[in-house]
């Protein structure tokens, strides 16, 4: 296969400084500062309305920063136009060119910068070769399923070899089947081609599966950014923990031996940095059994069980607790056993 | 429920209102009699003679060439103007006050535009002789009620498109130069096709613009109908009248083709 990336730059790639938007009263970003290194998967993630298409849109140039810079490699982006930066975009809509084949659309992108012919065909060869579409090289758009057509705007912006590959929202238009195996494509692809991608998404299954790190916004801020494992088993805010995955969150008092819950005192293996917050855990850490833990174990009655398959959720009482477990047949409404917090599972959270 | 038939029966009857008159004339410029309305026989002699009177060739040329050049120029200037109304980014209210005032010459009755151009061209006479009645300023006056037709129709198309195209395009480092030609000329160019054609047939119907700005040269084909028919009806002019309806019932559905797909 002829390799078109080039072998990823070394150190930071990437960088948005301070980044503002305003519309009018309305301020999408407040002051963004994110370093994505080269050759980095980084998801753009939260809720509708955080931001992040507007910061993707700032890096593409489709949207101008009312304050801040973004900077490739040492180069400062910010006053060059979309068309005359090294970044390439997949539309959420893809906006394929609909009276374009798809060869016309791949290499719209090359011949519009007046590439060389031979050169224009090899790169479209290889979009068509590396995303499985030789097969479509004809047709148009509108003969397209919707994963071809996506498959199409990839090909599209990777033949331009783009120095970071933006993705709006790719798959939200796919069905849930589809989306997971696109997520590993892509996963493999960024990987083989060495390339730094930025992924929109509200999606957090998605962003986890396929991110090197997650930069977690809320109303045109960053609220967390680490890798997946980070921001998912150490959120530092509730918004984090409730974002990404379900959270049991404990209201408490800190307490000079850890934390005191309405149900009881927990130990934690941090001090609070307050006097009164929460304390974070996933259902899936909480451990169940017949006998007595040695450490942060509560008494508790099953309120509901669930059978999902998979797992067993289960619902307990007194602390409101949401536990997930392997299925255990035995469990069942009203049956009272033991519930264990561990320390190591147990997060503190900073507000 | 049972639809009445009387439904079908109506509907009927509404087409038979609107395209009676028409059927008629269009049997009567094959029937062999000068005079009357009684049928003698069949016969093509009327439009032979159409084909052979310099007149009616004369006012021909000139509906040609007036619906031609003044479809050019409204095109063109229809097609600038959907495209600004639609892409440059007005402030809300103007942009509010453009849409309105672009339907105005749709809905202005032909005469009070007449009559408008009338005082204008005698404005202007002043200044320069081009003004004169003539070819020239029946073009103008085409072209000012042209305009809206092609912009409405290429700005319907245009709205259909939305922005996402001319991000794509810039993202893939096209110039707005290259943008225009590569992605919405050839996205628009059925909506163009489609408004040049309807105003195409404004032109060639047209009588009342044209019977005020029309010079001694400059007859056309509708003008030369209502001054024959003050003479008197001819089975020339039933034939005439049919080819025309012909043309604009062909260029109609031609036009709707276009804008459907």
Redesign the interface.
């Known amino acids: 296969m002829t390799a078109v990336a080039r072998p990823p730059a070394t150190g930071k790639s990437l960088s948005i400084e301070n980044v503002v938007k305003r519309f009018g009263d309305f301020t999408a970003l407040g002051g963004v500062s994110l370093e994505v290194p080269s050759g980095e998967f980084l998801t753009l993630l939260g809720p509708s309305g955080c931001g992040k298409t507007t910061l993707l849109r700032i890096i593409?140039?489709?949207e101008v920063p009312t304050e801040g810079r973004v900077v490739l490699l040492g180069q400062d982006l910010t006053p060059l136009?979309?068309?005359?930066r090294p970044v390439?975009?997949v539309?959420q809509?893809y906006?394929?060119?609909?009276?374009l084949t798809v060869r016309e659309n791949i290499a719209?992108?090359l011949k519009?910068?007046r590439m060389d012919k031979q050169e224009v065909e090899r790169r479209v060869r290889y979009g068509l070769e590396i995303l499985q579409l030789e097969k479509f090289a004809e047709r148009l758009p509108h003969q397209l399923s919707g994963g071809q057509r996506q498959r199409v705007a990839l090909a599209?912006?990777l033949v331009?070899e783009p120095q970071v590959l933006l993705l709006d929202e790719p798959m939200s238009a796919l069905d849930a089947k589809l989306r997971a195996e696109v997520q590993v494509q892509l996963r493999r692809l960024q990987q083989q081609l060495g390339l730094t991608f930025i992924l929109v998404t509200h999606d957090q299954d998605e962003a986890m599966a396929v991110s090197d790190r997650i930069a977690l916004m809320r109303m045109g801020h960053l609220e967390q950014v680490g890798t997946p494992d980070e921001v998912y088993e150490r959120p530092r805010t509730r918004y984090a923990a409730e974002f990404l995955g379900a959270a049991n969150l404990i209201k408490g008092q800190r307490h000079p031996m850890g934390f005191e819950a309405p149900f009881g005192k927990l130990a934690l293996n941090r001090t609070p940095p307050w006097d009164e917050g929460y304390v974070a855990i996933r259902p899936e850490r909480v451990r169940l059994s017949e006998v007595e833990p040695r450490q942060n174990g509560l008494r508790v009655r099953v309120r509901e069980a669930v059978y999902r398959g998979a797992y067993q959720e289960v619902w307990l009482e007194p602390c409101d607790l949401r536990v997930r477990t392997a299925p255990h047949p035995t469990l069942q409404a009203g049956q009272e056993l033991w519930a264990e917090l561990p320390v190591d599972s147990l997060v503190v959270l900073d507000e | 429920m049972r639809l009445n038939p009387l439904i079908g029966i109506t509907a009927i009857a509404t087409l038979a209102f609107l395209y009676l008159p028409m059927l008629a004339v269009a049997v009567l410029s094959f029937n062999k009699t000068r005079y009357g309305l009684t049928w003698s026989g069949f016969t093509w002699d009327w439009y032979g003679r159409l084909f052979s009177n310099p007149e009616i060739l004369e006012a021909a040329r000139n509906t040609f060439l007036l619906a031609a050049l003044s479809t050019l120029v409204a095109t063109v200037l229809g097609t600038l103007f959907a495209i600004a109304l639609e892409r440059y980014p007005w402030p809300r209210k103007s942009q509010g006050f453009l849409e309105n005032i672009l339907y105005l010459p749709v809905v202005t009755p032909d005469i009070i535009f007449a009559v408008a151009l009338v005082v204008a061209f005698g404005a202007f006479r002043m200044v320069s002789s081009l003004f004169e009645p003539g070819l020239f300023t029946m073009i103008l006056g085409h072209v000012t009620f042209q305009i809206a037709f092609v912009a409405l129709t290429v700005r319907s198309r245009l709205k259909s498109l939305g922005h996402d195209l001319d991000e794509a395009a810039r993202d893939l480092y096209a110039s707005y130069g290259y943008y225009v030609r590569r992605v919405l000329l050839p996205l628009l160019m059925p909506g163009i096709v489609a408004g040049a054609m309807l105003a195409f047939t404004l032109s060639l119907d047209d009588f009342v613009i044209s019977f005020f700005t029309a010079g001694p040269t400059s007859q056309t084909l509708p003008l030369l109908i209502y001054a024959s028919v003050r003479r008197g009806v001819t089975p020339e002019i039933h034939a005439l009248s049919t080819l025309i309806f012909l043309l604009t019932v062909l260029l109609v559905l031609a036009s709707e083709r276009l804008t459907r797909r």
């Open positions: 593409a140039g489709l136009p979309a068309n005359r390439n975009t539309f809509s906006a394929l060119f609909p009276h719209f992108g519009s910068r599209r912006a331009n």
